[in-house]
């Protein structure tokens, strides 16, 4: 069965303390792991798509990675308004059904 | 990117009523989907909704408590039948674009209060 766990649950750092999001997944077969942020009281704001292990993709101060077990979310320098839910999602090549991890919350303190 | 809008944004519903919630797409989409996320948890699938056929509904969710209707490519809409508190929750619609239909993105979802 398709899965998806983030770590940590919860993530608090101060304005420009860079760390790293996790986010493991089992899947039958990869048809692409996805990156959302989530603001509270709104929808999941689309991030990134991975498709293969050892691709990368960047968008201001997030990078994410991929490999064939877990994908990270680098924040680099982050900022107050950089804090939300940030989401880790996958779906298989069987269909276009998209199994959500319960995600990591990201506090940025100024 | 599709821009999505929902309605009613939010509501307060009496146990035993069903509300109609409406999703609708400032483009053509084929492929529509219907999510609920449960409050401080992460957003699970109910259906899929294409143009032209049923909905097609995931384990543990059923038509008779949550049809759905998609009379076009830009338009749809989720009903909660006979609602309980455990109804309680937001939902979502998204639709999937891009290449392959690999990226998915939502409206700012309905939130929903059973009492």
């Known amino acids: 069965e398709d899965q998806v766990t983030q770590s940590p649950e919860a993530l608090r750092l101060q304005e420009g303390e860079s760390s790293s999001l996790n986010c493991s997944y089992t899947v039958s077969g990869l048809r692409g792991l996805f990156w959302y942020r989530q603001d509270p009281g709104k929808g999941p704001e689309f991030l990134f798509t991975?498709?293969?292990a050892g691709e990368e993709k960047e968008k201001e101060r997030l990078k994410a990675t991929l490999t064939k077990k877990e994908s990270f979310l680098h924040i680099t320098a982050p900022k107050p308004e950089d804090s939300a839910t940030y989401l880790c999602?996958?779906?298989?090549?069987?269909?276009?059904?998209?199994?959500f991890g319960a995600g990591t919350r990201l506090f940025v303190k100024a | 990117s599709a821009v999505i809008s929902q309605k009613p944004s939010r509501d307060i519903c009496q146990r035993g009523t069903s509300l109609t919630i409406q999703c609708q797409v400032d483009s053509q989409v084929t492929m529509m989907f219907w999510y609920r996320q449960q409050p401080g948890q992460s957003l699970t699938l109910i259906a899929t909704a294409n143009q032209g056929s049923e909905a097609t509904y995931e384990s543990g969710f059923v038509i008779d408590k949550f049809p759905i209707s998609r009379p076009n490519l830009t338009f749809s809409t989720l009903t909660v039948s006979n609602m309980s508190p455990e109804d309680s929750s937001i939902y979502l619609c998204s639709v999937a674009q891009g290449a392959g239909n690999n990226e998915q993105f939502f409206g700012p979802g309905t939130r929903l209060t059973v009492l």
């Open positions: 991975l498709y293969s």
């Open positions: 999602a996958v779906a298989n090549t069987g269909g276009f059904k998209t199994i």
